[in-house]
């Protein structure tokens, strides 16, 4: 099966500028994560989607980031304006619905975001 | 807060010796412990899930251990070969979480060498 992709695979912007990553998951998966790692930091949680349903976004930086999964099916994450800090690579992630905790993420090679 | 460290950083050793890699975490209140390994360039592939009540989890040459009580999770991998050079990530899962929110280790970066 395809796995969870990701594109650009990496992105060069100038501050304030405005970027959009995507995310397309494995095929019904409805769990859909991103997680981003800055640099020297460790890799941590954004959001997460039940379909199109947000069901957590406590990660969610700021009010620069907005993410959307229209459809229930891929999805997409804006940063408007990108800031220097935004640098980093975001990481998309997927798995079916089953018991929490019980099923295995699937993640993509990631978008590398570089701020200018 | 949880917070994962996973030490050492950086980490060689000849082929044939075994590998050693060590994670911490300081809220034992978890649902499941998952060990990843990323190349360079390349996503994060899942190596070993272990459940809460479990205490360890075996795939062919790795296996992972979990004390939750203390916190820690080592995991072996024997025999090491130059193909398991890449970086190793440990990302506890939280307790009553609705879905997978991970919080993950630094890393540790391993060279196998020839």
Not at chain 1, 10 to 33: A, F, M
Not at chain 1, 71 to 94: I, W
Not at chain 2, 94 to 106: C, D, I, P, Q, S
Request: charged share 20%.
């Amino acid at each position: 099966e395809a796995g969870v992709t990701q594109f650009p695979s990496h992105s060069v912007i100038e501050k304030g500028q405005t970027v959009t990553l995507r995310c397309d998951p494995i095929s019904g998966h409805d769990n859909l994560y991103w997680y981003r790692r800055v640099m020297g930091k460790e890799i941590k949680f954004l959001l997460h989607f039940v379909k199109e349903s947000k069901q957590d976004e406590s990660g969610m930086p700021n009010n620069r980031f907005l993410a959307e999964r229209t459809g229930g099916t891929y999805s997409t994450l804006k940063v408007q304006p990108a800031e220097l800090e935004d640098s980093g690579v975001y990481f998309c992630a997927s798995s079916p619905l089953a018991p929490s905790g019980a099923n295995v993420l699937t993640f993509g090679a990631g978008s590398r975001l570089t701020v200018l | 807060k949880q917070e994962v460290t996973q030490i050492p950083a950086a980490l060689s050793v000849p082929e044939g010796e075994n590998l050693v890699l060590n994670c911490s975490f300081t809220d034992s209140a978890i649902y499941n412990l998952q060990w990843f390994r990323q190349d360079p360039g390349k996503g994060l592939t899942s190596l070993l899930l272990i459940q809460s009540s479990q205490r360890e989890q075996t795939s062919g040459r790795l296996n992972a251990s979990l004390d939750k009580s203390s916190g820690r999770s080592t995991l072996y991998i024997a025999a090491s070969q130059p193909g398991d050079s890449a970086t190793y990530l440990c990302a506890v899962n939280k307790r009553e979480a609705a879905g997978n929110k991970l919080t993950f280790g630094g890393g540790t970066r391993v060279l196998v060498k020839p």
